[in-house]
């Protein structure tokens, strides 16, 4: 990972394609899920509450090692629900947990992708929001299916508990049955009471590439979330829209919202299935040198011989809720209305594609936080992010309510004397200097005088040589 930051992909490609490559043709080897979506890393979910609503679970050792962030577990297949509720000193167990049943592995992709620590891989495939805490509400009944009562039961049920469980952010990564209209539909209903309520909703679009959208993704005030392919790289130049589905709200409004990697993502393989077996089988005979399993690894998708690679909005959308998660961790007072403006603003549109299938563009979690931290502070309401170029001055800014001292450090003196940034209210650091001649220069912060930060608010980065980013600041000769 340090080769891909500070050298670029074809250093990599050069040096690793034998053991790592990281290609739209590899066979294993997947970028991890912050990287791809410029997140901050300040920022991991704590002390939210996330709800996922989806087929089953298993208590995977990313969701609860070392402490356990499962609060509850809830099964609505049925008209009488089974909840447990658990201690994070406590290791989680409900009916069904170890069944190693075709269901468990949705929804415990779905909740690994969002909230999982990377607890199977030294932290290296973890979710967004891996601090946050963790409800689970399993949807399938026994037959292997899902529908539309046991969805709805899972919207109530979570509205009628939300102030007991604090809950702040709810996935859905299912389609209910085909319905003869939207007018009136309950499931679309409850999430709009559950969002009028406080709670943000995320809702899988759908896979099929067609103008149809069925509940939950039709909800008004959902934040539907379609797909885009990044080649499993860093270059935004080949980012694609991918075949997930949209189309139009009950009252006209277009969805999807945004679209977020629907396919390069890296989740959980189920534990204690034969699956499981064979890819720790088949990474015990690559470690010998056998090249006769790579075509196999290849075929199973597996990235390590825990994790894979999987596709499908139904990992875009769980995306988006941790960056809502971790948004409320920057700014616990923000609303669901604020949190699609600042997602909607934030979103990075792809080229050549109707707004009509890609919404406000592609997720950015880096400036979705940033709009995040900016709604606390008066004073940055409608402000230019930064840098802010202003007359012969230039000015950063600098949201971290842990600093004591913060200092802006750049290439246009050689890195030399640092600017010193004033504290204008809790929270929030301003430096400014004179606006060096034309040309395009890094820069960082350093806070407490020993750690290196790339600018959150600034999109443009470029690897700082040292495993990291410096942002870039471009003075145009018209200045």
């Known amino acids: 990972m340090q080769t891909l930051l500070s050298k670029g992909e074809a250093a990599l490609h050069e040096s690793m394609q034998a053991v790592w490559p990281l290609d739209a043709e590899a066979a294993f080897g ?43 577990w809830v099964d609505v297949s049925q008209p009488s629900l089974q909840a447990r509720y658990f201690k994070p000193n406590e290791l989680p167990r409900w009916p069904g947990w170890n069944a190693s049943a075709a269901g468990q592995w949705h929804g415990t992709m779905t909740s690994v992708a969002a909230a999982g620590n990377g607890w199977l891989s030294q932290g290296l495939y973890r979710g967004l929001a891996n601090e946050a805490d963790l409800v689970l509400i399993q949807t399938i009944n026994d037959d292997g299916h899902i529908t539309n009562d046991s969805i709805l039961r899972a919207l109530k049920w979570l509205r009628q508990n939300r102030l007991t469980l ?130 196999r690894i290849a075929a199973c998708k597996l990235v390590t011989p825990y994790y894979q690679h999987v596709d499908g909005t139904s990992f875009a959308a769980p995306l988006a809720a941790s960056v809502v998660a971790c948004m409320l961790e920057a700014n616990p007072k923000l609303s669901p209305f604020l949190i699609r403006e600042a997602l909607i603003k934030s979103a990075a549109p792809i080229e050549n594609v109707s707004r009509e299938r890609q919404g406000a563009g592609a997720l950015h979690a880096g400036r979705a936080l940033e709009l995040a931290l900016r709604e606390m502070h008066g004073k940055l309401i409608g402000h230019p992010s930064s840098p802010k170029i202003n007359g012969a001055t230039v000015s950063f800014v600098l949201h971290d309510h842990q600093a004591t001292e913060v200092r802006v450090f750049g290439s246009w003196n050689d890195w030399r004397d640092g600017i010193t940034a004033t504290r204008l209210e809790e929270g929030f650091w301003r430096a400014a200097c004179p606006l060096p001649s034309a040309g395009n220069y890094h820069y960082k912060f350093l806070v407490d005088s020993e750690r290196w930060l790339d600018d959150p608010a600034n999109p443009e980065k470029m690897p700082d040589g040292f495993g990291g980013l410096n942002s870039v600041l471009v003075i145009g000769k018209n200045l």
């Open 30 to 72: 997947a970028l991890p899920t912050p990287l791809r979506l410029h997140a901050d890393p300040r920022f991991t979910g704590k002390g939210v509450t996330l709800a996922m609503v989806d087929s089953a679970f298993y208590p995977h050792p990313d969701l609860v090692q070392p402490t356990n962030r499962i609060r509850a």
């Open 166 to 295: 604090d809950l702040k952010v709810v996935n859905l990564s299912l389609g209910a049955d085909p319905i003869d209209t939207l007018k009136d539909n309950p499931i679309d209903a409850e999430i709009e009471a559950l969002v009028r309520e406080g709670v943000a909703v995320c809702v899988a679009a759908g896979n099929n590439g067609e103008r149809r959208l069925l509940p939950p993704a039709t909800a008004p005030s959902a934040l539907t979330i379609g797909g885009l392919d990044d080649k499993n790289t860093f270059n935004d130049d080949e980012v694609e829209l991918w075949h997930s589905n949209y189309g139009e709200s009950l009252g006209g409004a277009f969805k999807p919202e945004l679209v977020a990697p629907s396919i390069w993502v890296v989740a959980p393989v189920l534990p204690e299935t034969e699956l499981a077996r064979e890819a720790q089988e088949l990474f015990a005979r690559r470690a010998t040198g056998d090249q006769s399993c790579e075509g």
